[in-house]
């Protein structure tokens, strides 16, 4: 349970298109396109507040935009997103995106099924619905029921499912609500053989699952925030509680907390036969401890595995008496380890499946016996069978180069099920007969786009130490390599992060206007285990933006687009990775998208869960940690220069990464920049860091990310 990841979801990978694109020149020579005046509202300086690091006076002007409930701070915001729509609605073809967006969204989308209690169930859109519904069928050839329609929850989608889980007998389902795109969500209970809600309603869970066992379940929570506070305080205590169905919340029994480290959080989960109940804690993005019980024993104590935060272990199940446990320890590309419950010291510890030495065992699922084992191979996934002895039996024949994305299966079962996608191909879902290990199409969606005229290509490049770091690029097969095609450029680089290929329809315009699209495996991800993620943290974080400067040169030397139409794009941390990166090298980019990014690096973990994020970051109250973080911190290098066409895009619900950062950060630029590129924020109301976001407002800003690219790039559109 990665609940604390600085990311998460704004990966907006591409889409590939459709069979309208013609002659590779086209579209792609310049138009004759007018600059689009812009006046930015004026923003208060407050010149008296300063901070003192170790000596060095640090001035922090727009710190006022930090209280996002005054009246100010909210002034601001409606001025600038005045400002902001303005410029967007006098894009001419910004509607003709929009509507062309829809058309490729609009197809069904299934979810990966699992099995309940005999019976079946999966995610299912139908295309447009602002979020995904809940079916139940009896068998996998009957008539597929609604269980539960998140669409109900609100009437503009802004209210989203967050975690969804049965009861052991499928009597009932738990789940969570977020409102407005925040992190916090309520627990809710529904009765699924009468039909009806439960009147049990928990507050204030938040970074939770729900571990069934027995007649209620365990949850993670933390103590009521102060109001007005609720989405900026910093979340301290969090703690582990189980609730019995039926009963008020405040007769919760406390599992586990850790009072001596209130930046501790902890959650809980239960193997498949309820037999064990494992703590998991964090205090930062990786590394975890980890302590279980059986249940079945009286008066059974919490029995310590790792008492140190240095590295990962995820419980998958238990054989027998005998814990199921991934982890790197000892391991950088991790291994599977058997835990005894009778003795669970680490010189009692099998590896059932060494670790690879060149791919990342991402995770294992227990079916039929066998183990089903996912992989990283050169960022993209191989999926393996073992049987139980650990053996290896074979790989799974994959369709191409592509991820894998949720396995379902149970001990029990001789059919198991995973979805897998690649740039080319939408999410597919795929069924595996346990004997013969051959998988089969399950579920295939159709859309508007033809894929056999696109091919996606992976590269290595040398980044400036010499480190060679791939690239996925996808691109019409007949592309011209002249410098002139509108390029996106994604990254990530943090978090032990994997940026692995996925599918979108958002970035079928792009391609289908002669466009690129390149994601980079920049180091700080995960994509090569944990030594590719540590060269990329702390102060070694240069490498992060070093590999994607790299990257942003290639595409340009090899004449695949110019300076002039290379747009780069990152979310969260790779909000972080964009202003860094346009801040260092504004003469390298035409257009630049850091979106809920991480901006303020002296600051950062003052809010919410923020300070989990020091284990990448280093943090600004360490001597030897903040010159690291002032040389590149976005919001701290931004100077008087021509900075490229920017677009800054945050959300006023997003309680991971605060507004604040982005709030800050277009202050600053708007006032140092000295070209005729705007400098705009969009400010997305009651959305938060992306997870839930419904799919109207998906498309909302799609159109304007594209709309805005193709723009300031003076590129024609096909429609």
């Given amino acids: 349970m990665k609940f604390l990841l600085c990311s998460l979801s704004l990966i907006l990978l591409f889409h590939s298109a459709c069979n309208r694109a ?65 410029y967007l609605s006098q894009i001419p073809y910004r509607d003709k995106i929009k509507k062309r967006l829809e058309q490729i969204y609009n197809f069904e989308k299934f979810g990966t099924p699992f099995k309940k209690a005999g019976k079946y169930y999966f995610f299912k859109n139908d295309g447009l619905q602002n979020q995904s519904v809940l079916y139940v069928q009896e068998n996998l050839n009957a008539e597929a029921k609604v269980a539960l329609d998140p669409n109900t929850f609100s009437t503009d989608g802004t209210a989203s499912l967050g975690e969804a889980t049965l009861s052991k007998d499928g009597r ?40 069934w066992q027995g007649n209620g379940f365990y949850y993670t929570r933390y103590p009521e925030p102060k109001k007005g506070s609720e989405l900026t305080s910093v979340n301290q205590l969090g703690a582990v509680y189980y609730h019995q169905l039926g009963t008020a919340q405040s007769a919760d029994r406390l599992v586990y907390t850790d009072k001596a480290h209130p930046n501790r959080s902890f959650g809980a989960g239960t193997t498949e ?75 009692n510890w099998e590896t059932l499946i060494p670790e690879d ?13 066998r183990i089903v084992c996912n992989y990283l191979h050169n960022a993209s996934n191989a999926l393996r069978v073992f049987g139980e002895n650990g053996q290896m039996i074979q790989e799974v024949k994959l369709p191409e180069i592509g991820s894998v994305g949720e396995i379902s299966g149970r001990k029990e079962d001789s059919q198991a099920f995973f979805s897998f996608t690649s740039f080319l191909r ?136 110019s300076r002039e139409r290379l747009a780069i794009q990152g979310g969260s941390n ?63 290098n931004i100077k008087k220069t021509a900075y490229p066409a920017t677009l800054i895009t945050t959300a006023d619900h997003d309680d991971r990464v605060v507004p604040a950062h982005s709030f800050k950060f277009a202050a600053a630029m708007q006032e140092f920049q000295q070209g005729e590129n705007p400098v705009l924020i969009r400010i997305e109301t009651s959305a938060g860091h992306g997870a839930g976001k419904p799919t109207s407002k998906i498309l909302e800003e799609a159109a304007d990310i594209i709309s805005f690219m193709l723009f300031n790039m003076k590129m024609q559109v096909i429609y």
């Fill in 172 to 211: 009932y389902l738990g789940y969570t609500v977020s409102k407005g795109g925040s992190d916090w969500r309520t627990i809710f209970v529904k009765d699924m053989q009468e039909g009806k809600m439960l009147p049990d309603q928990l507050q204030w869970a938040k970074f939770t699952g729900l571990a």
């Fill in 357 to 369: 030495s060149t791919d990342v065992l991402e995770s294992a699922v227990l079916c039929g016996g």
């Fill in 574 to 636: 790779g909000g972080l990775l964009v202003g860094a990166c346009m801040t260092q090298r504004p003469d390298l980019f035409g257009v630049c998208f850091p979106q809920v990014g991480v901006l303020d690096m002296l600051r950062y973990h003052k809010f919410t869960i923020g300070f989990a994020w020091a284990t990448d970051y280093g943090r600004s109250d360490n001597k030897d940690e903040f010159p690291c973080l002032l040389k590149y911190s976005p919001l701290h």
């Fill in 426 to 561: 939408p999410m597919t879902i795929y069924s595996i007969d346990m004997s013969d290990l051959s998988p089969q199409v399950f579920k295939a969606p159709k859309l508007d786009f033809n894929p056999d005229l696109f091919t996606t290509e992976q590269v290595f490049y040398q980044s400036m130490d010499g480190t060679q770091v791939p690239m996925f690029i996808t691109r019409k097969k007949n592309i011209a390599y002249d410098g002139a095609n509108p390029t996106l450029l994604y990254g990530y680089g943090g978090f032990n992060i994997s940026i692995t290929p996925s599918f979108s329809a958002s970035r079928a315009v792009l391609l289908e206007n002669n466009g690129i699209y390149a994601v980079a495996n920049i180091r700080g991800g995960g994509e090569f285990g944990e030594k590719w993620h540590k060269a990329g943290t702390k102060c070694q974080k240069q490498n992060v933006f070093n590999d994607f400067i790299g990257a942003a040169e290639y595409l340009i030397a090899k004449k695949y687009t």
């Fill in 22 to 86: 013609g002659d590779p020149k086209s579209n792609t020579a310049s138009m004759d396109i007018k600059q689009i005046p812009v006046t930015y509202p004026p923003t208060r300086q407050d010149s008296t507040v300063a901070d003192d690091y170790f000596g060095t006076i640090i001035k922090d002007p727009y710190r006022w935009l930090e209280d996002d409930q005054s009246a100010e701070t909210k002034d601001w915001v409606t001025k600038q997103n005045i400002v902001t729509n303005g």
């Fill in 273 to 347: 036969d309820q037999r064990f109940l494992y703590v998991t804690g964090f205090e930062s993005t990786s590394g975890n401890v980890l302590y279980f019980k059986d249940l079945t024993a009286d008066k059974s104590d919490f029995t310590p595995v790792s008492t140190s935060f240095e590295h990962d272990f995820t419980v998958i199940d238990n054989l027998g008496d005998k814990l199921l446990v991934l982890t790197n320890h000892k391991a950088p590309n991790k291994r599977l380890i058997l835990i005894s419950a009778n003795n669970a010291s680490e010189q």
